[in-house]
């Protein structure tokens, strides 16, 4: 069986850092070893340092193929294969294969080579990785349709970062080894400004820490390496659920904050049986707690809560580890050394913190827990001791002669046991007292009297007081235990509920309230809060009847934070189901804090779009008012001029150029106005059969252009309002005029679909990326295959918009030999 091939990825933050040259300049540095590499795709984008990496090295021919008209070359994966090398250099690992490839992506192509055994290199941005598509996106406001599964990636065996600071990337740029001189300033100003480089760097690192973090890991575990390596800083702080935990969460951050870099990790220990006393409502504020100190919150199970912490303090490798002081009294202590003596001294190289808070003098005062059996059964258990004990004294007195002193100590411990079993531990505390005296007083020598001549009798009565008491207190104890896990399973189920519906719900925070006014049979349930503890309160959800304005309108309030409460009102709760109120109620905060954030995040998104858009639009209009105003201006003042005498013909051109200014400023002033109505919803449109036979001769009238035009005669007419028909044609002519060669006019055709007309309006100048093709129709940008001297980047977005008005579509494509085609589809007349 023949051995997997190793990868090696080459990660860059932004197109230009040199990721394919250094790529190829490890090909250059295998080959001189004697290795045999091959170049299986390499994209040099006529870059020249590249082009000359490249020469020298073994070319596998790439694969022709063709789409849609078009001619494109692909990597050649049967011709690599063939080929067999022991190296493969195939770039650009999340480019998408032209259909009818044999993979749909290059990376499963790579993996295709893998399995044959061959070594792989190859090259990768960090915009392309599937997990950080979004976050780059928003970062830069360019989506990226090409990625590459991380898992992909991070199965490398080698990954290396090439590595280049923004301002050396954008001086690389202006000098001309990126880009061609006509798309460098637009490229500088959109996507390779300085803050996009810096975040898409520091995106570019921190991935690539999270790999080598899981290097080490991997390397450790199979290496059964115990020992911690202080490669970073991670401190972990122990949270008991109790509320000293706020403070140890801000000394853990205090501590994890004098070393840059460090991290910040709580976690809390679930027993392994579930019934842990933790309060879920206070953990989840601390949770918060942690997260907003930009920490991280962990829940781990475990029966032995020292060693559950140090395995993981042990598995996330850390440096540090914060505890709180014992709450229990000294006897407690000295019976049981208690988690934090024990944690220290199975610490290791770990550092532990022992830190001292208000809780820890306050352990006398804690409340005892109540018994687990209910009142009805002890009060059953005292009836089964009174009335059992005169009864059985009664039996056993009258079978004094056959039976032995054993025999009726057995049928004492017999009652105090069933006492037990229905009461608890005081009916069979009771029944054994009373048994041991009843059987002192009638039935141990010497009898009526409370003495005892000998020793095995004493022994036996009091093994026989013992045994019920202990029976009594398991039987007591497993109560407990299943009154707990009742509980428990039921605040489980409840709180398993509740992020069901949440989750599922398009309005979290009504959805969790409606789930609290139902769970607990309340009328009402509201979420108040105000500015200030002065302010009035101000209703932020509710759900049911009337709302609360105050807390004093319900029968329950829950305060979550100084200025938020929850209230409830319909019927008092009781104490056991406050806590779960509680919970409820942190998670309301947490639903509401993050409605605000949206709508902040909404309203910052709105505000940055406008000005945006005012920017763009002052930029662009600047110029294009600027440059008719002052031809004409100077055609007029020239006219007006009495030091020259003009002749007729000179008079006609200025007048003319004059006309023709004027006529920009027309269209330009035109296309904002119905741009602003189109944005608005308020552009009246008048649909009706059109034919296209003179719809596309008027257009192309209106430019003075000659444009070949090829439409059937047995076309069908379109629906649409022919005034904006022809404003959609004469930008999308317009457009394909700026760009097409002088040799090579632009063409119109049409044809009939199903019952829909496409218009294709074709040019062959440089053509458009196709990660711009959803760019270019935006307000006030110039791109690609248009003019970025003249135009405020209205025409393209105007006839979008104007197209889906009319119910029809527009979309662009490359032209087959090198061009653009805008393809305009509208409604045929049924």
Same mark, same amino acid.
């Given at each position: 069986?023949?051995?997997?091939?190793?990868?090696?990825?080459?990660?860059?933050? &932004?197109?230009?850092?040199?990721?394919?040259?250094?790529?190829?300049? /490890?090909?250059?540095?295998?080959?001189?070893?004697?290795?045999?590499?091959?170049?299986?795709?390499?994209?040099?984008?006529?870059?020249?340092?590249?082009?000359?990496?490249?020469?020298?090295?073994?070319?596998?021919?790439?694969?022709?193929?063709?789409?849609?008209?078009?001619?494109?070359?692909?990597?050649?994966?049967?011709?690599?294969?063939?080929?067999?090398?022991?190296?493969?250099?195939?770039?650009?690992?999340?480019? @998408?294969?032209?259909?009818?490839?044999?993979?749909?992506?290059?990376?499963?192509?790579?993996?295709?080579?893998?399995?044959?055994?061959?070594?792989?290199?190859?090259?990768?941005?960090?915009?392309?990785?599937?997990?950080?598509?979004?976050?780059?996106?928003?970062?830069?406001?360019?989506?990226?349709?090409?990625?590459?599964?991380?898992?992909?990636?991070?199965?490398? #065996?080698?990954?290396?970062?090439?590595?280049?600071?923004?301002?050396?990337?954008?001086?690389?740029?202006?000098?001309?080894?990126?880009?061609?001189?006509?798309?460098?300033?637009?490229?500088?100003?959109?996507?390779?400004?300085?803050?996009?480089?810096?975040? +898409?760097?520091?995106?570019?690192?921190?991935?690539?820490?999270?790999?080598?973090?899981?290097?080490?890991?991997?390397?450790?575990? #199979?290496?059964?390496?115990?020992?911690?390596?202080?490669?970073?800083?991670?401190?972990?702080?122990?949270?008991?659920?109790?509320?000293?935990?706020?403070?140890?969460?801000?000394?853990?951050?205090?501590?994890?904050?004098?070393?840059?870099?460090?991290?910040?990790?709580?976690?809390?220990?679930?027993?392994?049986?579930?019934? &842990?006393?933790?309060?879920?409502?206070?953990?989840?504020?601390?949770?918060?707690?942690?997260?907003?100190?930009?920490?991280?919150?962990?829940?781990?199970?475990?029966?032995?809560?020292?060693?559950?912490?140090?395995?993981?303090?042990?598995?996330?490798?850390?440096?540090?580890?914060?505890?709180?002081?014992?709450?229990?009294?000294?006897?407690?202590?000295?019976?049981?050394?208690?988690?934090?003596?024990?944690?220290?001294?199975?610490?290791?190289?770990?550092?532990?913190?022992?830190?001292?808070?208000?809780?820890?003098?306050?352990?006398?005062?804690?409340?005892?827990?109540?018994?687990?059996?209910?009142?009805?059964?002890?009060?059953?258990?005292?009836?089964?001791?009174?009335?059992?004990?005169?009864?059985?004294?009664?039996?056993?007195?009258?079978?004094?002669?056959?039976?032995?002193?054993?025999?009726?100590?057995?049928?004492?411990?017999?009652?105090?046991?069933?006492?037990?079993?229905?009461?608890?531990?005081?009916?069979?505390?009771?029944?054994?007292?009373?048994?041991?005296?009843?059987?002192?007083?009638?039935?141990?020598?010497?009898?009526?009297?409370?003495?005892?001549? %000998?020793? /095995?009798?004493?022994?036996?009565?009091?093994?026989?007081?013992?045994?019920?008491? &202990?029976?009594?207190?398991?039987?007591?104890?497993?109560?407990?235990?299943?009154?707990?896990?009742?509980?428990?399973?039921?605040?489980?189920?409840?709180?398993?509920?509740?992020?069901?519906?949440?989750?599922?719900?398009?309005?979290?925070?009504?959805?969790?309230?409606?789930?609290?006014?139902?769970?607990?049979?309340?009328?009402?349930?509201?979420?108040?809060?105000?500015?200030?503890?002065?302010?009035?309160?101000?209703?932020?959800?509710?759900?049911?009847?009337?709302?609360?304005?105050?807390?004093?309108?319900?029968? @329950?309030?829950?305060?979550? /934070? %100084?200025?938020?409460?929850?209230?409830?009102?319909?019927?008092?709760?009781? &104490?056991?189901?406050?806590?779960?109120?509680?919970?409820?109620?942190?998670?309301?905060?947490?639903?509401?804090?993050?409605?605000?954030?949206?709508?902040?995040?909404?309203?910052?998104?709105?505000?940055?779009?406008?000005?945006?858009?005012?920017?763009?639009?002052?930029?662009?209009?600047?110029?294009?008012?600027?440059?008719?105003?002052?031809?004409?201006?100077?055609?007029?003042?020239?006219?007006?001029?009495?030091?020259?005498?003009?002749?007729?013909?000179?008079?006609?051109?200025?007048?003319? @150029?004059?006309?023709?200014?004027?006529?920009?400023?027309?269209?330009?002033?035109?296309?904002?106005?119905?741009?602003?109505?189109?944005?608005?919803?308020?552009?009246?449109?008048?649909?009706?059969?059109?034919?296209?036979?003179?719809? +596309?001769?008027?257009?192309?009238?209106?430019?003075?252009?000659?444009?070949?035009?090829?439409?059937?005669? #047995?076309?069908?007419?379109?629906?649409?309002?022919?005034?904006?028909?022809?404003?959609?044609?004469?930008?999308?002519?317009?457009?394909?005029?700026?760009?097409?060669?002088?040799?090579?006019?632009?063409?119109?055709?049409?044809?009939?679909?199903?019952?829909?007309?496409?218009?294709?309006?074709?040019?062959?100048?440089?053509?458009?990326?196709?990660?711009?093709?959803?760019?270019?129709?935006?307000?006030?940008?110039?791109?690609?295959?248009?003019?970025?001297?003249?135009?405020?980047?209205?025409?393209?977005?105007?006839?979008?918009?104007?197209?889906?008005?009319?119910?029809?579509?527009?979309?662009? #494509?490359?032209?087959?030999?090198?061009?653009?085609?805008?393809?305009?589809?509208?409604?045929?007349?049924?």
């Amino acid at each position: 069986m023949t051995a997997r091939g190793t990868l090696r990825v080459y990660l860059g933050a &932004a197109p230009g850092v040199g990721k394919t040259y250094k790529m190829l300049e /490890e090909g250059r540095r295998r080959r001189e070893r004697g290795t045999d590499v091959v170049v299986g795709f390499v994209e040099t984008h006529d870059r020249p340092a590249t082009e000359a990496m490249l020469e020298g090295l073994e070319t596998v021919p790439r694969r022709d193929m063709t789409y849609r008209g078009a001619a494109f070359t692909e990597l050649d994966l049967d011709a690599v294969l063939a080929r067999r090398p022991e190296v493969a250099l195939v770039d650009e690992l999340a480019h @998408t294969n032209v259909p009818g490839s044999g993979h749909a992506k290059r990376w499963q192509d790579v993996d295709r080579l893998l399995e044959a055994g061959i070594d792989v290199l190859t090259t990768v941005n960090v915009q392309h990785l599937e997990s950080l598509n979004d976050v780059v996106e928003a970062i830069t406001g360019v989506p990226q349709r090409e990625t590459v599964p991380d898992a992909v990636v991070r199965r490398a #065996e080698q990954i290396e970062l090439v590595d280049m600071t923004p301002e050396a990337l954008r001086r690389r740029m202006a000098h001309g080894n990126v880009y061609k001189p006509e798309k460098i300033d637009a490229a500088l100003g959109n996507y390779f400004r300085v803050g996009n480089l810096t975040a +898409l760097r520091e995106l570019a690192l921190l991935w690539l820490a999270g790999k080598v973090d899981e290097q080490l890991d991997r390397y450790r575990s #199979e290496h059964g390496i115990d020992k911690k390596w202080e490669t970073r800083e991670r401190v972990v702080v122990a949270l008991t659920g109790g509320p000293e935990g706020d403070t140890l969460i801000r000394r853990a951050a205090r501590v994890a904050a004098r070393t840059k870099a460090a991290d910040l990790l709580a976690v809390h220990v679930v027993r392994g049986d579930g019934l &842990a006393a933790a309060d879920p409502a206070r953990l989840t504020r601390q949770r918060l707690l942690v997260e907003s100190l930009g920490g991280t919150y962990h829940q781990v199970l475990g029966a032995n809560v020292p060693q559950a912490l140090l395995d993981f303090a042990r598995g996330v490798n850390a440096t540090q580890l914060v505890l709180g002081a014992s709450r229990r009294g000294r006897l407690a202590q000295i019976l049981s050394p208690g988690v934090g003596t024990t944690t220290t001294a199975e610490s290791g190289a770990i550092d532990v913190h022992l830190v001292s808070h208000e809780e820890a003098r306050r352990f006398a005062f804690r409340a005892r827990r109540p018994g687990g059996l209910d009142r009805r059964r002890r009060i059953a258990g005292l009836l089964v001791a009174a009335a059992g004990l005169p009864l059985l004294t009664l039996v056993l007195d009258a079978l004094r002669d056959g039976t032995a002193l054993t025999t009726e100590i057995l049928a004492y411990l017999v009652l105090a046991v069933a006492a037990a079993l229905v009461g608890g531990l005081l009916p069979a505390l009771i029944c054994a007292v009373g048994g041991f005296l009843l059987l002192n007083w009638f039935f141990t020598p010497p009898l009526n009297r409370f003495t005892i001549d %000998e020793r /095995e009798n004493l022994f036996a009565l009091v093994a026989f007081v013992g045994v019920a008491v &202990a029976v009594a207190t398991v039987v007591d104890g497993a109560a407990r235990r299943a009154r707990d896990a009742a509980r428990a399973s039921a605040e489980a189920q409840t709180l398993a509920t509740l992020a069901g519906s949440v989750l599922h719900g398009d309005n979290p925070l009504e959805a969790l309230l409606e789930r609290v006014r139902e769970s607990f049979g309340q009328s009402c349930v509201t979420l108040l809060e105000r500015d200030s503890e002065h302010a009035p309160w101000q209703v932020a959800a509710s759900v049911g009847a009337a709302p609360c304005t105050s807390p004093a309108d319900g029968e @329950t309030e829950v305060p979550i /934070e %100084e200025n938020v409460a929850l209230v409830l009102r319909g019927h008092a709760l009781p &104490a056991t189901a406050r806590r779960l109120v509680e919970a409820f109620a942190a998670h309301a905060a947490i639903a509401l804090r993050q409605r605000r954030l949206g709508e902040q995040a909404a309203a910052a998104g709105t505000l940055a779009e406008v000005d945006r858009l005012r920017t763009a639009l002052l930029s662009a209009v600047s110029h294009d008012l600027r440059t008719p105003l002052a031809s004409a201006k100077a055609a007029v003042g020239s006219l007006r001029s009495a030091d020259v005498d003009f002749s007729p013909e000179d008079t006609g051109e200025l007048l003319a @150029t004059a006309e023709e200014s004027l006529d920009k400023l027309t269209r330009l002033v035109e296309n904002l106005l119905d741009m602003s109505r189109l944005q608005a919803g308020a552009l009246a449109l008048t649909l009706e059969a059109v034919d296209l036979a003179d719809a +596309l001769p008027r257009a192309t009238d209106d430019l003075d252009a000659a444009v070949a035009i090829s439409v059937p005669e #047995e076309l069908p007419e379109v629906t649409a309002d022919p005034a904006l028909l022809e404003r959609i044609l004469v930008n999308l002519i317009a457009n394909a005029l700026r760009h097409s060669p002088p040799d090579r006019p632009p063409s119109i055709g049409a044809s009939a679909h199903a019952e829909r007309v496409e218009i294709r309006v074709v040019d062959h100048g440089p053509g458009l990326p196709a990660a711009d093709h959803d760019r270019v129709f935006q307000p006030f940008q110039r791109l690609g295959d248009r003019d970025n001297s003249t135009g405020v980047g209205l025409g393209l977005a105007l006839s979008r918009g104007l197209a889906e008005a009319m119910g029809g579509t527009l979309r662009p #494509e490359p032209t087959p030999g090198g061009g653009l085609t805008m393809t305009l589809s509208l409604p045929g007349v049924r």
